[in-house]
């Protein structure tokens, strides 16, 4: 860090405490700055937590949270606890002190995360029912281009915490009703994880972004890679070599890819797969092609 950096990061830290600036200085070279946008839910919320702060425990000054809480995540979780774990520049609250700042704040970030998604707060980005400051911040950053990663956990009826408080009875049609809104906004641009997966999607994503080099995704797509880039068709299968739960999607990274592709160049990857962007640009630039099973 050079001393002119090293002055900034000191001047934005003073200013920060004083005035809880709403604008801060421009960061260093690498720098990176994550809206964690917060909703209602619970189940996966603990784990998804300490998968953020892990990542800023790594990251350090280099890694930047603003959090903004929706008004039933504010009542649920305590922002204060999120704040100090996260080492948050700053805590916006629906209702509170976030009229005008979440907008500002979203312009300063290279990415969002949310690390618990809500059935509403899915149902509604589905439906572009931008009533809320939580839909409305991910619709905002879905159309500036922005990643955005949610922990699916909470909005996801086949998940263990829907079983473990006993809501997987539902009839098919409103199962399948929930799942269509999950496939909806990840169509829109969603990357939809598990919470336990969070950390390492993240890092994969601020790594992507900071290689100046890399090309839009949409450039480099061959015709064998499908459409959507972040998912696959819904079924899994057993893949050797690569860990499989049944009740959850499996998120291959870059790290997964040397045991999925064979001598010929085909990575096999299980249908339902969320591939991260990091690991598609991999199978693209060594020119493989993708076999679903």
């Not at 004083?18 to 421009?26: A, C, D």
């Not at 996801?156 to 098919?172: C, I, K, T, W, Y």
């Not at 090309?215 to 797509?221: E, I, N, V, Y």
């Not at 249908?271 to 962007?277: D, F, I, K, Q």
Request: proline share 6%.
């Amino acid at each position: 860090m050079t001393g002119e950096e090293l002055v900034n990061r000191i001047v934005e830290e003073v200013l920060r405490r004083l005035n809880r600036v709403q604008v801060p200085v421009s960061p260093p070279p690498g720098h990176r700055r994550i809206l964690v946008v917060v909703t209602g839910g619970t189940i996966g919320a603990r784990v998804a937590l300490e998968e953020l702060a892990c990542l800023k425990k790594e990251r350090g000054v280099g890694l930047e949270y603003f959090i903004l809480f929706s008004r039933s995540a504010a009542a649920i979780h305590d922002p204060e606890k999120w704040g100090r774990e996260l080492q948050a520049v700053d805590v916006l609250i629906e209702g509170k002190n976030s009229r005008g700042r979440s907008t500002e704040v979203l312009k300063l970030c290279d990415l969002v995360v949310v690390p618990v998604l809500t059935r509403a707060t899915a149902a509604r980005l589905a439906s572009l029912l931008l009533d809320s400051a939580a839909a409305e911040v991910l619709a905002d950053a879905l159309m500036r281009g922005l990643p955005v990663i949610a922990a699916g956990d909470a909005a996801d009826p086949a998940s263990e915490g829907f079983a473990r408080l006993g809501m997987n009875r539902g009839r098919p049609p409103l199962v399948q009703a929930m799942k269509d809104n999950l496939e909806k906004i990840a169509g829109y641009g969603v990357t939809l994880v598990p919470a336990r997966e969070l950390g390492s999607v993240v890092a994969e994503m601020i790594g992507r972004r900071a290689d100046p080099g890399t090309a839009p995704q949409l450039l480099l797509r061959s015709k064998n890679v499908p459409e959507s880039p972040y998912q696959l068709p819904a079924v899994l299968s057993s893949v050797p070599a690569v860990e499989q739960r049944s009740d959850r999607r499996m998120v291959i990274t870059r790290t997964e890819l040397d045991a999925l592709v064979n001598n010929k160049g085909v990575v096999r990857i299980p249908r339902g797969a969320l591939v991260t962007p990091l690991a598609w640009d991999i199978i693209r630039g060594a020119g493989w092609q993708v076999e679903e099973v």
